[in-house]
Every structure is written in structure tokens, then in C-alpha cells.
């Protein structure tokens, strides 16, 4: 698996509830991962990261104390449980692996999934 394969997103209204979910083959044992997000005509922004065991998170301010993010190294998987959602959490989600660089430079992540789709309407 040379890509992760983010999955979960959908069309929720405002304060509801996603759980998205990314499979990140052999990255997802070894590897710091992070999420980033990308709304139309913007650039990527990081939403949260995780360490390779899984032992510690960090988050965006935007995003503190509504998702969590957790892993499960077993299967390789990592996944953004996000609550109390907002219309600017509206945008295309992305894992890859992190790195404190990549985090404000997205653009020289060369191991995008395709993303997935979350939509808060209002």
C-alpha cells in the first residue's frame, strides 16, 4: 500500500458527529501520521497529528477539544474522531505521515490518500 486510503466522511449538520478512518499500510506501524484538510481554493491545513505509538496527539487549535485522534497499529490504521462539527470544518481530509516540516509545508507530502469528503451544513 504506497497510499493511505481515508475513508468516513460525509454530510452531517452542524454539531453532529464523523469518525474518519485511514488505512496507512506499513506507514501505519512505523510512522508518526497526521491529518490535513483542504477547502476549496485553499491550501492544506493540518488538522492533528499522532505519534507512532499512538502515545501522544497534538491538534489545531481550531480542532482542540472536538477530535481526537487514535491508531491502531495492529491494523495499521489510523483514524479522527471529530465531534460538535462546524460549517468550516467543511473540506476534503487527508492522512499522511507527519513530520513537524510537513506540518506547515503539505506540499512536499508526496503520500496523499485521495482524501475524504466531510460537509457540515448549517
Known amino acids: 500500500q504506497v497510499q493511505p486510503v481515508e475513508s468516513g466522511g460525509g454530510l452531517v449538520q452542524a454539531g453532529g458527529s464523523l469518525t474518519l478512518s485511514c488505512a496507512a499500510g506499513r506507514m501505519g506501524s512505523s510512522y508518526a501520521m497526521g491529518w490535513w484538510r483542504r477547502a476549496p481554493g485553499k491550501e492544506h491545513e493540518f488538522v492533528a497529528a499522532?505519534?507512532?505509538?499512538?502515545?501522544?496527539?497534538l491538534y489545531a487549535d481550531s480542532v482542540k477539544g472536538r477530535f481526537t485522534m487514535f491508531r491502531d497499529n495492529a491494523k495499521k490504521t489510523v483514524s479522527l474522531q471529530m465531534n460538535n462539527l462546524k460549517p468550516e470544518d467543511t473540506a476534503g481530509y487527508y492522512c499522511?505521515?507527519?513530520?513537524?516540516?510537513?506540518?506547515?509545508?503539505?506540499?512536499?507530502?508526496?503520500?496523499w490518500g485521495q482524501g475524504t469528503q466531510v460537509t457540515v451544513s448549517s
Open positions: 499522532i505519534s507512532w505509538t499512538g502515545g501522544t496527539a
Open positions: 499522511a505521515p507527519y513530520s513537524d516540516y510537513v506540518r506547515e509545508n503539505p506540499s512536499e507530502i508526496r503520500f
